[in-house]
């Protein structure tokens, strides 16, 4: 990361592993990013580096946004629920909250063209959940009208005891 007119530099523990993550903008339009990984004794582990045009720099962040969701769901313990830990397996981000950050990034991507596929991938959530938070951020509207709540019985309605006969006039044999 030479040449650089600005830094910025972020560290993050996650499962024992920390992360350093800088960014330097370069006199061009270029962006300097590099990833250095370290284990619990902070000893490097992994190192990633590399120049990014400036316009693919959300693009980068979002794959490796969806990588880390990937991977720490891999590492992350269960959830007690088997259907829930068995839906991470394809949706690593299935059942756990949106951050105000989620929020922001999923309304400026639907505003700007993706598919509920490709928001889906990106995310590592259902179809349905995308759709859900969209409708929650009011950037879609609701594909089924709010219930409304149930109305009480009257109290004079007849409950049977046995279904009604079929219209063809005959008693089912029970």
């Given at each position: 990361?030479?040449?650089?007119?600005?830094?910025?530099?972020?560290?993050?523990?996650?499962?024992?592993?920390?992360?350093?993550?800088?960014?330097?903008?370069?006199?061009?339009?270029?962006?300097?990013?590099e990833v250095l990984m370290l284990n619990?004794?902070?000893e490097e582990i992994g190192r990633l580096?590399?120049?990014?045009?400036?316009?693919?720099?959300?693009?980068?962040?979002?794959?490796?946004?969806?990588?880390a969701g990937i991977t720490s769901g891999?590492?992350?313990?269960?959830?007690?629920?088997?259907?829930?830990?068995?839906?991470?397996?394809?949706?690593?981000?299935?059942?756990?909250?949106?951050?105000?950050?989620?929020?922001?990034?999923?309304?400026?991507?639907?505003?700007?063209?993706?598919?509920?596929?490709?928001?889906?991938?990106?995310?590592?959530?259902?179809?349905?959940?995308?759709?859900?938070?969209?409708?929650?951020?009011?950037?879609?509207?609701?594909?089924?009208?709010?219930?409304?709540?149930?109305?009480?019985?009257?109290?004079?309605?007849?409950?049977?005891?046995?279904?009604?006969?079929?219209?063809?006039?005959?008693?089912?044999?029970?």
């Amino acid at each position: 990361m030479k040449d650089a007119t600005a830094k910025i530099t972020r560290t993050t523990t996650v499962y024992g592993r920390t992360y350093k993550i800088s960014a330097a903008a370069t006199g061009s339009e270029d962006v300097d990013l590099e990833v250095l990984m370290l284990n619990g004794s902070d000893e490097e582990i992994g190192r990633l580096m590399g120049r990014i045009p400036r316009p693919s720099l959300h693009s980068v962040g979002q794959a490796l946004s969806a990588l880390a969701g990937i991977t720490s769901g891999a590492r992350a313990p269960g959830s007690g629920n088997k259907r829930i830990d068995q839906l991470r397996k394809t949706y690593p981000n299935a059942y756990q909250p949106w951050t105000d950050g989620d929020d922001q990034q999923l309304a400026k991507l639907y505003g700007d063209g993706a598919s509920i596929k490709d928001l889906s991938t990106a995310f590592g959530r259902q179809t349905g959940a995308i759709i859900a938070r969209l409708t929650v951020l009011g950037q879609i509207e609701a594909a089924v009208p709010p219930r409304k709540p149930p109305s009480q019985p009257s109290p004079t309605a007849a409950v049977p005891d046995r279904p009604a006969p079929a219209s063809d006039g005959i008693d089912p044999p029970f």
